[in-house]
Every structure is written in structure tokens, then in C-alpha cells.
């Protein structure tokens, strides 16, 4: 995917890594790319984890890839191999991409249990972003830059992020890691 100057998510990242200034884009769009550059600083920043130690851990973080995993992929995850020193410390951060979507989600534990979702959606027109946990499918509000979040309860496992256009279902993640 190669994103337009002027699309605001591309634009966000862009001011949060200080090559555009930024004053006219929403809010939580720069946020989020804030917090993601922050992570990537620090990462970068971090002493690396022993190859032979990353490796075990990998073995166990393994796993199969169904149909939807395919459609759509994850092509980052914070925690993976370049940060498994930095597991539990914070938030973490996926992003799924496929043909010419992509979608950045950040999962942060809060102190209470609680798990806050936070998602951005490079804006195809007509797509919209629902939960669905235990069955149940609940719409995700999006601002008009393509992101939003939930706050899901404690102990919550298996939530998917479903991408519809209208009625249609166009994509559904694989279930996000809890921890």
C-alpha cells in the first residue's frame, strides 16, 4: 500500500515521527501514531534479547494459519522478533494488512484488568469496524480519520475485529492476543 501525503493516518505518523507538523489532523489519530513511534524508539533503543532465547520463545508464540489469516495478514506485532524483551511492559501493537487494507491495533492492559482497543483504519470508503466476541458482533465507532476504541472487560479472550462494507463482511482478524 502506498498511502496518498494527504491521507490523515499517514499524515499522523508522518508528524509523530516530526516531518509534518500536523496541526490540522484529529486528535486520536495523532495520539495513536504518537504512542507507536514512541514504541518503536524504544525499541530501537533497547538492548537485544539472545538469539537462542528468542528463538525458544517463538516456538511457543507459533501459530497455524487459517483462510482468514491469510485474507487478512499480520504483517507487524511489537512483540515478535524484534521485542521480546519488552513483553508485559505495555501496550502491544498489531497491524493486519491485505490487498489495500491495512489496520493498526494497539492493545493496552490497564491496571484494573480491563483491556483498552484501540484501532486505525486506513480509510477505504464505505468500511466500518465491528467487535465480536462469544458470537455477539458489536459496531466500533470510527472518527473521520478511521480510528477508534472499546474497553473490554476483564478476563475478555477471543475478541475479532470484523471489517464490513455495509452489510458484507470483507475481513475478520484472527482472535487478538490477550497478553
Known amino acids: ?20 507538523g500536523g496541526a490540522d489532523l484529529p486528535p486520536a489519530a495523532l495520539a495513536f501514531a504518537r504512542r507507536i513511534v514512541a514504541a518503536g524508539r524504544a525499541l530501537l533503543a533497547a ?7 528468542l528463538r525458544r520463545a517463538e516456538a ?6 487459517s483462510a482468514v489469516a491469510r485474507l487478512l495478514a499480520l504483517v507487524f506485532d511489537s512483540w515478535s522478533a524484534l521485542a521480546p524483551a519488552t513483553r ?4 502491544r501493537l498489531l497491524r493486519f494488512g491485505g490487498g489495500d487494507l ?10 484494573d484488568g480491563r483491556l483498552r482497543l484501540r484501532v486505525a483504519l486506513a480509510q ?13 458482533v458489536r ?19 477471543g475478541v475479532r475485529l470484523v471489517l ?16
Open 1 to 20: 500500500m502506498n498511502p496518498a501525503p494527504h491521507d490523515p493516518l499517514f499524515r499522523s505518523f508522518e508528524a509523530a515521527a516530526g516531518r509534518d
Open 47 to 53: 538492548e537485544p534479547c539472545p538469539s537462542a532465547a
Open 60 to 65: 511457543l508464540f507459533v501459530a497455524p494459519r
Open 88 to 91: 508485559g511492559r505495555g501496550p
Open 102 to 111: 491495512s489496520l493498526d491495533v494497539e492493545l493496552e492492559p490497564r491496571a
Open 124 to 136: 477505504d470508503a464505505g468500511l466500518s469496524v465491528a467487535l465480536e466476541l462469544g458470537g455477539r
Open 139 to 157: 459496531p466500533l465507532r470510527l472518527d473521520a480519520s478511521g480510528a477508534g476504541e472499546a474497553l473490554l472487560p476483564a478476563r475478555t479472550r
Open 164 to 179: 464490513r462494507r455495509g452489510r458484507r463482511r470483507v475481513a475478520r482478524t484472527p482472535p487478538l492476543p490477550r497478553d
